[in-house]
């Protein structure tokens, strides 16, 4: 397919085939991912071993572990730094509740809530946050800073973080960096040891179930935080640890877990396994070429991103999108396009003439 700087091989049989076919016009991984065909028949044997009244805890619990084996191996951390949840706002929360009285959160002005309003929530013990822009994030960081809290690549416009000066001004200014890889993990390559702290949940781009999400935590980042919400899972023996007074936790990043919703690790496990067979750089690049070709075909420039947001104040791409079928999200006065590794030539076909049926090619 000829594109906006040369000829784009999109593989899109050797991508998409473990999906199976996803239907035409879904450009929405950024909202919700598809499942594997292979996720979807482990979810379906785990309901039915279910309703045969045949399910045992033991397996459920060792799908959490070979989902946390896999997320550690994506994100390149030991295992033993690595914690599960079931979203990200209350893996923040965690965070947040363990920093001390008035301390100082840099985050990102317009950053997806959920890495932002757990701070929020400290106001009356003199937690202040102050929002910069995303490009003055690195230069923002002052001595006086405690954390640095921002995705790596932005819920509302695609917008990637220079993750690596992020990075260095917080190191330099002493303060902890706290990164949210779900826009990230499973389409860009994601390096978590970059950062004291990152979160993540997998039902996006990495097409897991809802309820699977992930806290990444460095040694020294973790003797400052709290297991606040520490129950039996989070004991070093899980099944010694299911009545009280006594409390041993693990030494390892588990005792931050919470319980695990236990179906959704089921898929989680088989949806991360399938992420650990794609090449992350490649896919990027393929996500990225797809959405620069679009914006050829709509006339606007490119910007090297796997979600693309377009200006819509008055709703123009809104109604020629829903009105062609196509699968998309409204994000802060903007459409929304995502590209992942299912999608292909087609999906551009559908978009673009979306548009140009219905007059609105050159709004943005």
């Known amino acids: 397919m ?11 049989a050797v991508w998409s085939q473990p999906w199976g076919g996803v239907r035409p016009g879904y450009l929405d991984a950024a909202t919700m991912g598809v499942p594997t065909r292979a996720t979807r028949a482990a979810m379906q044997r785990a309901l039915d071993t279910w309703a045969d009244g045949e399910a045992n ?14 997320y550690s191996r994506l994100v390149s951390v030991p295992r033993s730094e690595v914690a599960i949840g079931a979203t990200t706002s209350e893996l923040v929360g965690l965070v947040a509740a363990s920093l001390p009285d008035d301390s100082e959160v840099v985050c990102v002005d317009g950053d997806f809530s959920s890495v932002v309003y757990p701070f929020l929530q400290h106001a009356h013990r003199g937690v202040h946050v102050r929002h910069v822009p995303l490009e003055a994030l690195a230069t923002s960081i002052t001595p006086g800073t405690a ?36 826009q990230a993990v499973g389409i860009h390559p994601v390096d978590a040891t970059e ?10 781009w990495l097409c897991a179930p809802r309820g699977a999400a992930f806290l990444t935590v460095s040694p020294e980042a973790a003797e400052r935080i709290l297991p606040l919400n ?40 088989e949806a991360l396994e399938h992420f650990e067979t794609i090449d992350t750089a490649a896919a990027w690049r393929r996500a990225c070429g797809l ?21 819509d104040p008055h709703g123009a791409w809104t109604r020629a999108l829903d009105a062609a079928g196509i699968r998309f999200a409204r994000r802060a ?8 590794v299912w999608n292909t030539a087609c999906d551009l076909d559908l978009v673009s003439a979306a548009f140009e049926t219905a007059g609105c090619r050159q709004i943005a």
């Open 291 to 311: 959405a620069d070709d679009l914006l050829f075909r709509l006339g606007l420039p490119p910007r090297g991103q796997a979600i693309i947001a377009l200006d």
């Open 230 to 269: 520490a129950g039996w899972c989070a004991g070093e023996d899980v099944w010694s640890s299911t009545y009280g007074p006594e409390m041993t936790l693990a030494d390892s990043a588990r005792r931050f877990d919470t319980s695990p919703a236990w179906l959704s690790w089921v898929g989680a496990a």
């Open 147 to 182: 954390l640095v809290a921002f995705s790596l690549i932005q819920s509302a416009d695609g917008r990637v973080a220079d993750a690596a000066a992020i990075a260095d001004a917080a190191h330099a200014a002493g303060a902890l960096t706290l990164c949210d890889t779900t």
């Open 195 to 204: 950062w004291d702290l990152t979160v993540c949940h997998s039902y996006k």
């Open 333 to 340: 006065g903007r459409v929304r396009l995502s590209l992942h």
């Open 57 to 70: 805890a033991a397996d459920y619990g060792a799908a959490v572990e070979r989902a946390r084996a896999a």
């Open 2 to 12: 000829q594109g906006f700087d040369g000829v784009i091989d999109l593989g899109e």
